[in-house]
């Protein structure tokens, strides 16, 4: 394969992630997306191997090692695909930012260590200074999104008992001191690096930087997990551009570009759901101490309870419900049986919206993903900025496992979440929440809107009520 066919083919792979994250932007051409997607990954990766078999001399054996890695990558990965649940997506996100960066590692390793054998020196040559740059920040980044990302993976499974696993934000004195240490540390040791091409200042780079990737995550709370998968994202792309830069391979600077700036903007858009800084948000989570100290400080308050077959009856009268999914939905698998009670008041002449919000759930855009793999309507989803004017005019506002994302605190000066945008169900004119319990949302919080007169709450796990529901409509 000539060099020309290899950046002819590396073009056309680009093109077909260019064409993926623009059909990714909307749900209806999501599948299209998919599979640009999957077509430039193929191209990128058949060819990538038969430029490591060419550079290789054509060698057979390492011609075995390449089909090794694609069979074996590539079946790990359409096994994952096929046996991942929908609630467990994010972590599967999470897993797959931890091994781009811990290949980055690996590659950066290997590139120090043998530069001729990627081209980037003749054998006995030093490693040219621009390059030894390339594969310190390459390497760095890479350590730091795998070491954050395995934490990203525990607090998003929440089943760990480790404690810097858990969804609490971890923090400690002097904590940012020593995250500003740390860095200040790995830059300085990076550039000493790139002076001097030393092994041992490289290595204690990649130390600090599993450290450092640890520390930057355990104070983030549950609260901000969908700016932390998106933060990770774009963390994982710019490590690859990096190692793209020091191998001269153009197909790696392009996709890990686009990945770092799509994941860069998410982050943005993320943040600016929640009335947030990005730098907030890497120097600690929802859940410190001041909005724990808020919610351990709540007093025992009364609430309107009622049962399926209530809610129901009201739906069931109404001419417009308006549906709020959130994580709880997730957790209980009910999107399938939301669809289904949608359906049916859809029968009944009842008009029928979900209202998305972006954070709702562990992942941009995890409830989308749900909503769409139950094969809901996309002309029934609204995202917050298309739906909250509706609100005050819905009969019913039906809330499914949300919480944070429909807190009226947000309108209240000096709430943790203050000026964070919320989808206004407050407005309905009833609402009906179901939760398993009256605990607190992952930022800590009392939600007012619990209380409200024509708040009902319907407790219990969200498949069970919603199918109980469905059973009740007539």
């Known amino acids: 394969m000539s060099l020309n066919l290899v950046t002819f083919l590396y073009l056309v792979a680009s093109i077909c992630f260019i064409q993926a994250l623009k059909g990714l932007s909307h749900p209806t051409t ?67 930012h931890s091994m781009i960066g811990l290949a980055a590692v ?20 030093a490693i040219p200074v621009g390059n030894r740059i390339e594969l310190f920040l390459g390497a760095a980044i890479g350590a730091i999104t795998f070491s954050g990302s395995v934490i990203a993976f525990g607090k998003l499974s929440g089943k760990y008992k480790f404690r810097l696993f858990q969804g609490a934000p971890v923090s400690f004195a002097g904590q940012h001191m020593l995250n500003l240490a740390l860095g200040v540390t790995t830059l300085g040791l990076g550039a000493y690096f790139a002076w001097s091409e030393s092994w041992g200042a490289f290595m204690i780079v990649l130390a600090l930087a599993f450290v450092l990737g640890v520390l930057i995550i355990i104070p983030i709370g549950g609260a901000d997990m969908p700016v932390v998968v998106s933060m990770l994202n774009s963390y994982s792309g710019w ?14 600077i392009i996709a890990g570009s686009l990945v770092g700036s799509s994941g860069a903007i998410l982050s943005y858009i993320m943040c600016k759901a929640m009335n947030r800084s990005f730098f907030n948000v890497i120097l600690g989570g929802f859940g410190g101490d001041a909005t724990a100290a808020a919610a351990g400080g709540a007093a025992q308050r009364n609430v309107k309870s009622g049962s399926a077959d209530d809610a129901a009856f009201i739906m069931g009268n109404a001419e417009s419900v308006i549906i709020v999914p959130g994580y709880g939905l ?34 941009p855009g995890h409830m989308n993903v749900l909503l769409a793999e139950a094969e809901v309507p996309y002309d029934q989803v609204f995202e917050m900025e298309d739906i909250n004017g509706e609100f005050g005019q819905a009969d019913v506002a039906i809330i499914l496992g949300a919480n944070d994302v429909v807190n009226p605190a947000a309108h209240v ?50 498949k069970k009520v919603v199918e109980d529901m469905l059973k009740a409509v007539e």
């Open 30 to 96: 999501s599948i299209k997306g998919n599979l640009f997607g999957m077509v430039g990954m193929a191209i990128a990766a058949v060819t990538t191997g038969a430029l490591i078999v060419k550079l290789a001399g054509g060698n057979a054996f390492g011609l075995s090692y390449v089909l090794a890695g694609l069979v074996i990558g590539g079946g790990a990965g359409a096994y994952m695909a096929n046996k991942v649940e929908m609630t467990k997506m994010p972590e599967l996100v999470a897993f797959m």
């Open 239 to 252: 490590a690859a551009a990096g190692i793209g830069f020091s191998l001269n391979n153009s197909m790696l």
């Open 330 to 363: 997730a957790v209980a698998r009910a999107q399938h049986a939301v669809k289904e009670l949608a359906a049916k008041l859809t029968e009944k002449g009842v008009i029928v919206k979900y209202a998305i919000h972006p954070v709702a759930g562990r992942m």
């Open 413 to 462: 000066k000096g709430s943790a979440i203050y000026g964070m945008p919320i989808l206004e169900a407050y407005k309905a004119k009833t609402i009906i929440v179901n939760k398993r319990s009256m605990a607190a949302g992952y930022a800590g919080l009392d939600n007012e809107l619990f209380y409200m007169d024509k708040t009902m709450m319907v407790f219990g796990d969200a």
């Open 106 to 125: 690996f590659i950066a390793v290997a590139a120090v260590a043998e530069p001729y054998a990627f081209g980037i020196t003749a054998k006995g040559m």
